[in-house]
């Protein structure tokens, strides 16, 4: 007993959890109480009890999307001197900045490969975004990461933007894993009005396998700002959730900060230049935050609770928005456009014991294969009644070990294929400190045409058009140095070589469907197919 109540003690954030150290050395205690002619034998028996629900007990995982958020749109980059963010920036620098976190250089490109594990050129979604009225959809058979959570004993939650499709049903995120989900289809839509293209786009779905699918389009909440309704949404989340028997994960896909550039005048510290709506939408950002972690503290759940933050691409070209001094922006491959803000906090150091600062990668594909281990692996799913297992040819990268508690010194990642596009013909990647550009990266104007087969022939590609930077020494992208080292252009373009293959056809190629349009009769977003 005494010895339970000191590990209790010490353990950060009043959680009780219990260190693994600690485990092992109350078994070798246990082991020795626990025979038969000890008259202490249930109290052994009740602790055992104590220490397996310890060691077992799985964290809350909010995990945070922030949309078109810059490198210098965010203080603890140190890349602005304009925009003040205390609250991530105290997080950020009490959890572990990611320093070289990589995503793709759009949207739908970004969530499609945390969702599936996989780069977004393997999925035909290279070209671009999806857009409304297309069929255009993540493949059925792609396995998503809510899907494997929730047989890991996870309430699996969606709150903010989806923009993975939706012209079937099966194409909607409560048909893809998630238990429940609230906000809008489509790539952006009003703040106040929550409409897109003239058209209703908020909803909320819920699926069981009791009670099956419910979906209702939601246009009673006209002139209350998004982050008001997901900060109620999120507290009715919390306040129906059962967290003491069931972890729950919670995707909070923003619409922060993306156009339209918006905030209610409360939100405002000076009005005299573009960025201060930039600050405005940011200040509008740390307050549904601020009432996120609230919400999770009133019920218990916070001391219990990882957060992932990250962006899902650079910030676009406008004077709003700032990538700081890295090289581009959104639609690019430079720097600006793939490079993101990302960290990981939590109170709790059992659960993150790796503090401080890594420049290791970590790809938005590493998400996948990192959440399901941290939230038990694939033992669960591979054993389900379907006999499913786990995808082959994932690109995504376990890093639990690394991020969470540093059990190694070397990176886990080395590599990456940044991108791959074979309507433009150009690719990026990654090795070592080495990123290559391939092809005409600089206004590039190829279109994609529905009617085209497009054949991953990378000779097709202008292998002679290169550039080569050392992102370490010169993050900037400031120096070209292909020339000087022709071996290293060589492998990695080898590479490239070795890694590509994508989906026939492209999404891109996808027709346009005069039914998907809302209409009068039906003045909203649903799927129509």
């Known amino acids: 007993k005494q010895w339970y109540q000191r590990r209790v003690a010490i353990t950060a954030g009043g959680s009780q959890s219990l260190s693994i150290k600690g485990v092992c050395i109350a078994i070798r205690l246990l082991s020795r109480l626990m025979v038969p002619s000890n008259k202490y034998w249930f109290s052994v028996l009740v602790l055992t009890v104590i220490l397996a629900n310890a060691v077992a007990k799985k964290p809350h995982i909010l995990y945070i999307l922030m949309d078109d958020q810059g490198y210098g749109d965010v203080g603890y980059t140190n890349q602005t001197d304009d925009i003040k963010t205390p609250l991530l920036d105290k997080m950020a620098r009490e959890g572990l900045i990611l320093d070289r976190h990589y995503s793709t250089w759009m949207c739908t490109p970004t969530r499609a490969s945390i969702l599936t594990g996989k780069y977004h050129s393997k999925l035909g979604i290279q070209y671009g975004v999806f857009v409304p009225h297309t069929e255009q959809c993540l493949n059925k058979t792609e396995l998503l990461l809510p899907e494997v959570v929730r047989h890991n004993g996870y309430a699996t939650h969606l709150v903010g933007k989806w923009h993975l499709g939706y012209a079937h049903w099966h194409c909607m995120p409560c048909m893809r894993g998630f238990d429940t989900a609230y906000g ?299 020339d000087d080292y022709p071996h290293i252009v060589s492998v990695i373009s080898n590479y490239v070589r070795g890694t590509v293959n994508h989906q026939a056809p492209l999404q891109c190629q996808l027709p346009v469907d005069e039914d998907g349009y809302p209409n009068d009769d039906v003045p909203y977003y649903l799927p129509w197919l």
């Open 184 to 482: 809008f289809i489509n790539g952006e839509t009003d703040w106040l009005n929550h409409t897109c293209g003239g058209y209703h786009d908020f909803y909320e779905c819920a699926y069981s396998a009791e009670t099956g699918l419910r979906w209702d389009a939601l246009t009673d909440d006209n002139g209350t700002y998004t982050q008001d309704l997901y900060s109620r949404r999120v507290k009715h989340l919390i306040q129906h959730h059962h967290h003491e028997q069931t972890p729950m994960f919670l995707y909070l896909s923003m619409q922060s900060v993306h156009e339209p550039y918006f905030a209610p005048a409360e939100y405002y510290d000076c009005t005299d230049n573009d960025r201060c709506t930039m600050q405005a939408m940011m200040n509008a950002s740390e307050k549904l935050l601020e009432d996120v972690i609230s919400h999770f503290k009133e019920a218990g759940m916070w001391d219990d609770t990882l957060v992932i933050y990250h962006s899902d691409n650079g910030a676009p070209n406008k004077n709003v928005a700032s990538n700081g001094n890295l090289r581009g922006y959104k639609h690019s491959l430079w720097e600006g456009g793939l490079r993101t803000v990302g960290f990981l906090y939590s109170v709790n150091h059992q659960i993150l014991r790796h503090r401080g600062r890594t420049s290791c990668y970590v790809h938005v594909s590493d998400w996948y294969q990192t959440i399901i281990s941290i939230t038990g692996g694939w033992e669960a799913y591979s054993n389900a009644a379907d006999g499913n297992a786990m995808p082959a040819e994932l690109d995504s990268i376990d890093q639990s070990s690394y991020l969470l508690s540093k059990s190694t010194n070397t990176c886990p990642r080395t590599s990456i294929l940044l991108h791959m596009d074979p309507v433009k013909r150009i690719a990026a990647a990654i090795k070592n400190q080495y990123k290559l550009l391939i092809g005409n990266v600089v206004n590039n104007r190829y279109m994609c045409h529905a009617t085209r087969h497009y054949e991953l022939n990378l000779e097709s590609f202008n292998f002679t058009n290169v550039r080569m930077y050392n992102i370490f020494s010169d993050p900037n992208e400031t120096t070209d140095i292909s």
